[in-house]
């Protein structure tokens, strides 16, 4: 049977909005002294509205915001989710997509009216060498919004910004952790701009960002080996392989089921927050079987 204090803690965590599926990772809890964060829906809220809709000259911005709707439709991205919105918003007219791909941690693809249409990362454009506004790209990131390239028939025709939320509960959690001297970690496939933005915005100690979903695993690894022993915090399909090789790994309750099924702790009420009450718990639970 389980002692006595782990049973009590069961009950108490379940009160504070802690699933502990995994009671001996738990345990380890307490030594840990880094903490890794997905930004898009960990560190921010994952609700994008687009803000600017940028046609290159000689494009129509409904245009831009038309192709990338169609697209958009058929993915579950945050960013989607955003643009979609937008075109419904303007009363713009979406047209069927139909051979739609997802370029895993870059963007996706897909033909409307005959036309082939990406919806790119930067990164992608970058390896095109398409010619685009840098300027105005650069200002645009580096008040945090995350840009999109719309591309018909590997054309340019225009830029798409969108903002997210920080959570205001991510950045409490982070300054408890500076003070109990944890190290805190961004990971996340968006721009490094804008994740300097937002890990400014925080106070986040320590940033890898354009890092593809593939290998955000193996960036995990790579800190534990720098000697840290480690928590991940995600959301999403993609983090599930890191929160696996983390020491501990978390999924915040909004997230996906595959990002639940493999964390050793769910954060029930999505709250950052609670990755101090888990690790206080850990302590307090512990100490007293020793
Ligand atoms: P994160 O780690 O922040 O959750 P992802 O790995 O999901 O980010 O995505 C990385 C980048 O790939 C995004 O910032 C975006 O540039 C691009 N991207 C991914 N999915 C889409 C999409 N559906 N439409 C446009 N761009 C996308
Ligand atoms: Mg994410």
Redesign the pocket.
Known sequence: AAPLVVAVSTSISAKKGLLIRNRANFEGARNLNAIVF????TLTKGEFGVTDIVPVEGQREVDVLAYAASV?QN?E?P??TGIVQSAKEKEIRVDKVTDFE?IT????QGKVNGKIVH????KYVHNKQLEYDKELFNEMSEQGK?V?FVLVDEQLIGMIALADMVRETAKEAISTLKEQDIHSIM?????KKVANWVADQLGIDEVYAE???DDKASQVKEIQQQGWKVAMTGD?V?DAPALATADLGIAIGAGTDVAMETADVVLVKSNPKDVVSLMDLSRKTYRKMV
């Open positions: 997905d930004k898009t829906g958009e993915s991205h960013i989607a997802s941690g870059k963007g996706i919806v790119v990362s930067p995350t999109v990971l996340t496939g968006d721009n890092v593809l979903p999403g993609n």
